[in-house]
C-alpha cells in the first residue's frame, strides 16, 4: 500500500524553508517552481501577513474585485494595534495538512486537497470582553484548531505554479476584520453594512442648543459661507443620495432601535464639500451598529467610504457609545461595556488634513475589573490601560489608572459637537458623566434625503 506523507507546516519550518528559496526548495527568482513551493510560500505568506508575497502567488488580475479585498484584508494599519495584534496572532497560529506523495509535479494542472488548521477565535472575539489584547492573544495560542478543507488548482506559468481558485482562500481570512469584544477591529469595507494629534486641553464642556437640519449653520450642514450651489457640492449631494438610499432600510432600523438622528453632512477635511455620515445596522455582524462616512472627491467626482467602526449592539444592556467632534477638528468614537464593577472602554481618535480624508490617529484602550486578594491578602488589580497616539503618548504605551482617567478627561472636556449618543440608564462612566447633557446633532434618514434633494 502506498504510504501516506502529510506535512505539517511550522513557523520554525516556514522559516527554514524560506532562507532556502533558492536552494532544496527549487525556488528561482522568487518563483515557486513546484506545486510544493507554492503550498509552502503560501503558508508563509498567511502566517506572516505577507500581502505582496500572497498576492503573488495567485492568478489574479489586479484590477478586479477580488484583489482589491485581499489587498484591504492583509493591510494591517486598517485596523486599530490591538485589533491587529489578535489577527496576527490567529494568522500566526494556522498550519495546514495536505498528501505530497499525491501531486504530480510534472503536470501544469495540479489539484491538491488541503486542510487549514486555524485556532478557534471565534468566542474569544466575540464573549472575551475583559482579557484584553494580551489575553485574548494568549488564549489564543493555546486554542483548539478548527479544520478547513479545500482543494487548491495550480497551474503552471511561466512565474512558476500559481493558485487559480484563489477566491475559496478567502474562507481562511474570516478572521480578519471581525468584530472583537472590547477592540476595534472591522476593516473600512466597500460594503459599511456588512477603525501627531494634537494635546487636547481641558475645559468645561457647555450643553449645546438642539439641532436643526435646516439651519444652514448647523454642524451637520454647509456654513453660509461655503459653496453650497457649486458643481462639486451638487454632485457629491447626487452621489451621497444614491448612498443613503441603498442602506436606507439599514439606517432606519437604527431610528427606530435606539430613538436617534441617524444621519448628517459635515465638512471634515475642510474642502467645502461636506462628508456624509450615518449609523445603520451592520450586515456583518448581525443587530450591531456601524458608524459610515463617506467623502467625495472633487477631482475625480467619485465617493469613497473612508471610515467604518462598529459601535454597539441592539438590546445590550451593558453596552453604551458615543460619536463626537473635538473642538479641535477630532472625530471620536466611543464603546464601552460596563457590568458588575468591571468595564471595558475603547476610544478611537480620527483627524483630517485639509482636503484629506479621515485617518486614524490614537486610540484609548482600559479594562476595569474589581481587586482581588492574593496569596498574602493584599489587593490586587488586574486593570489594564492603554494609550496610543494621544496626549503625551505618541506610541503605545500602558499607563495607570488614574493616568488614563487624566487623559479619558482631557479628551472629553474638548467635545464640541456630540453627533449621536446612548449611554446606559443603569450605569455611570465618566463619558456619560461629561457629555450625557449635550444635545445630539444629526437628522433623521427622511430629513437628509429631502436636504440631498435641494
Same mark, same amino acid.
Given at each position: 500500500?502506498?504510504?501516506?506523507?502529510?506535512?505539517?507546516? #511550522?513557523?520554525?519550518?516556514?522559516?527554514?524553508?524560506?532562507?532556502?528559496?533558492?536552494?532544496?526548495?527549487?525556488?528561482?527568482?522568487?518563483?515557486? $517552481?513546484? +506545486?510544493?513551493?507554492?503550498?509552502?510560500?503560501?503558508?508563509?505568506?498567511?502566517?506572516?501577513?505577507?500581502?505582496?508575497?500572497?498576492?503573488?502567488?495567485?492568478?489574479?488580475?489586479?484590477?478586479?474585485?477580488?484583489?482589491?479585498?485581499?489587498?484591504?484584508?492583509?493591510?494591517? %494599519?486598517?485596523?486599530? &494595534?490591538?485589533?491587529?495584534?489578535?489577527?496576527? /496572532?490567529?494568522?500566526?497560529?494556522?498550519?495546514?495538512? @495536505?498528501?505530497?506523495?499525491?501531486?504530480?509535479?510534472?503536470? %501544469?494542472?495540479?489539484?491538491?486537497?488541503?486542510?487549514?488548521?486555524?485556532?478557534?477565535?471565534?468566542?474569544?472575539?466575540?464573549? %472575551?470582553?475583559?482579557?484584553? +489584547?494580551?489575553?485574548?492573544?494568549?488564549?489564543?495560542?493555546?486554542?483548539?484548531?478548527?479544520?478547513?478543507?479545500?482543494?487548491?488548482?495550480?497551474?503552471? &506559468?511561466?512565474?512558476?505554479?500559481?493558485?487559480?481558485?484563489?477566491?475559496?482562500?478567502?474562507?481562511?481570512?474570516?478572521?480578519?476584520?471581525?468584530?472583537?469584544?472590547?477592540?476595534?477591529?472591522?476593516?473600512?469595507? $466597500?460594503? +459599511?453594512?456588512?477603525?501627531?494629534?494634537?494635546?487636547?486641553? *481641558?475645559? !468645561?464642556?457647555?450643553?449645546?442648543?438642539?439641532?436643526?437640519?435646516?439651519?444652514?449653520?448647523?454642524?451637520?450642514?454647509?456654513?453660509?459661507?461655503?459653496?453650497?450651489?457649486?458643481?462639486?457640492?451638487?454632485?457629491?449631494?447626487?452621489?451621497?443620495?444614491?448612498?443613503?438610499?441603498?442602506?436606507?432600510? %439599514?439606517?432606519?432600523?437604527?431610528?427606530?432601535?435606539?430613538?436617534?438622528? #441617524?444621519?448628517?453632512?459635515?465638512?471634515?477635511?475642510?474642502?467645502?464639500? *461636506?462628508?456624509?455620515?450615518?449609523?445603520?445596522?451592520?450586515?456583518?455582524?448581525?443587530? =450591531?451598529?456601524?458608524?459610515?462616512?463617506? &467623502?467625495? !472627491?472633487?477631482?475625480?467626482?467619485?465617493?469613497?467610504?473612508?471610515?467604518?467602526?462598529?459601535? /454597539?449592539?441592539?438590546?445590550?444592556?451593558? $453596552?453604551?457609545?458615543?460619536?463626537?467632534?473635538?473642538?479641535?477638528?477630532?472625530?471620536? &468614537?466611543?464603546?464601552? @461595556?460596563?457590568?458588575?464593577?468591571?468595564?471595558?472602554?475603547? @476610544?478611537?481618535?480620527?483627524?483630517?488634513?485639509?482636503?484629506? +480624508?479621515?485617518?486614524?490617529?490614537?486610540?484609548?484602550?482600559?479594562?476595569?475589573?474589581?481587586?482581588?486578594?492574593?496569596?498574602?491578602?493584599?489587593?490586587?488589580?488586574?486593570?489594564?490601560?492603554?494609550?496610543?497616539?494621544?496626549?503625551? =503618548?505618541?506610541?503605545?504605551?500602558?499607563?495607570?489608572?488614574?493616568? @488614563?482617567?487624566?487623559?479619558?478627561?482631557?479628551?472629553?472636556?474638548?467635545?464640541?459637537?456630540?453627533?449621536?449618543?446612548?449611554?446606559?440608564?443603569?450605569?455611570?462612566?465618566?463619558?456619560?458623566?461629561?457629555?450625557?447633557?449635550?444635545?445630539?446633532?444629526?437628522?433623521?434618514?427622511?430629513?437628509?434625503?429631502?436636504?440631498?434633494?435641494?
Amino acid at each position: 500500500m502506498r504510504s501516506v506523507k502529510y506535512m505539517m507546516i #511550522s513557523l520554525l519550518m516556514v522559516l527554514a524553508l524560506s532562507l532556502q528559496l533558492t536552494g532544496c526548495l527549487g525556488i528561482t527568482n522568487g518563483n515557486p $517552481s513546484t +506545486p510544493n513551493d507554492t503550498l509552502i510560500s503560501l503558508m508563509a505568506s498567511v502566517r506572516n501577513f505577507q500581502k505582496d508575497e500572497f498576492l503573488g502567488l495567485l492568478m489574479i488580475d489586479k484590477g478586479s474585485s477580488v484583489y482589491r479585498e485581499y489587498d484591504e484584508i492583509l493591510d494591517l %494599519d486598517a485596523y486599530t &494595534t490591538d485589533a491587529a495584534k489578535c489577527y496576527k /496572532t490567529v494568522a500566526s497560529g494556522i498550519e495546514t495538512k @495536505y498528501d505530497e506523495s499525491s501531486i504530480d509535479s510534472k503536470s %501544469d494542472i495540479v489539484k491538491v486537497k488541503v486542510t487549514f488548521l486555524i485556532p478557534s477565535w471565534k468566542d474569544l472575539f466575540e464573549d %472575551d470582553m475583559f482579557s484584553g +489584547p494580551d489575553g485574548i492573544c494568549a488564549k489564543l495560542e493555546k486554542a483548539d484548531k478548527n479544520k478547513t478543507e479545500m482543494t487548491l488548482r495550480l497551474i503552471k &506559468t511561466k512565474d512558476g505554479y500559481k493558485i487559480k481558485n484563489h477566491e475559496e482562500l478567502m474562507e481562511i481570512f474570516d478572521f480578519v476584520g471581525y468584530e472583537i469584544a472590547g477592540l476595534s477591529g472591522e476593516p473600512y469595507e $466597500s460594503d +459599511p453594512t456588512e477603525s501627531e494629534p494634537s494635546e487636547p486641553q *481641558p475645559t !468645561n464642556p457647555q450643553p449645546t442648543k438642539p439641532a436643526d437640519p435646516t439651519d444652514p449653520t448647523d454642524p451637520t450642514e454647509p456654513s453660509e459661507t461655503e459653496d453650497v450651489t457649486g458643481p462639486s457640492r451638487v454632485t457629491a449631494y447626487s452621489e451621497y443620495k444614491k448612498i443613503i438610499e441603498e442602506y436606507k432600510s %439599514d439606517i432606519e432600523w437604527y431610528e427606530k432601535t435606539f430613538n436617534k438622528h #441617524s444621519c448628517g453632512l459635515t465638512d471634515f477635511n475642510n474642502d467645502n464639500v *461636506p462628508e456624509l455620515f450615518f449609523f445603520a445596522k451592520s450586515k456583518y455582524s448581525e443587530n =450591531y451598529v456601524n458608524f459610515c462616512v463617506y &467623502t467625495f !472627491n472633487p477631482n475625480t467626482k467619485k465617493t469613497s467610504l473612508v471610515l467604518v467602526e462598529t459601535l /454597539t449592539q441592539a438590546g445590550s444592556d451593558i $453596552s453604551e457609545f458615543f460619536v463626537s467632534r473635538t473642538k479641535d477638528g477630532h472625530l471620536v &468614537t466611543y464603546r464601552g @461595556y460596563l457590568s458588575d464593577g468591571s468595564s471595558i472602554l475603547t @476610544y478611537n481618535l480620527y483627524a483630517s488634513a485639509d482636503k484629506s +480624508p479621515l485617518t486614524f490617529t490614537g486610540n484609548m484602550f482600559c479594562t476595569i475589573t474589581p481587586s482581588f486578594k492574593d496569596s498574602e491578602g493584599k489587593d490586587v488589580s488586574a486593570n489594564v490601560c492603554t494609550l496610543t497616539g494621544v496626549d503625551k =503618548y505618541k506610541e503605545h504605551t500602558s499607563v495607570s489608572l488614574e493616568e @488614563y482617567r487624566r487623559v479619558e478627561k482631557d479628551v472629553l472636556s474638548s467635545t464640541d459637537i456630540l453627533i449621536s449618543a446612548s449611554f446606559q440608564k443603569n450605569a455611570t462612566s465618566p463619558a456619560k458623566e461629561l457629555l450625557g447633557n449635550y444635545n445630539q446633532s444629526g437628522c433623521s434618514c427622511a430629513e437628509l434625503l429631502n436636504i440631498l434633494n435641494m
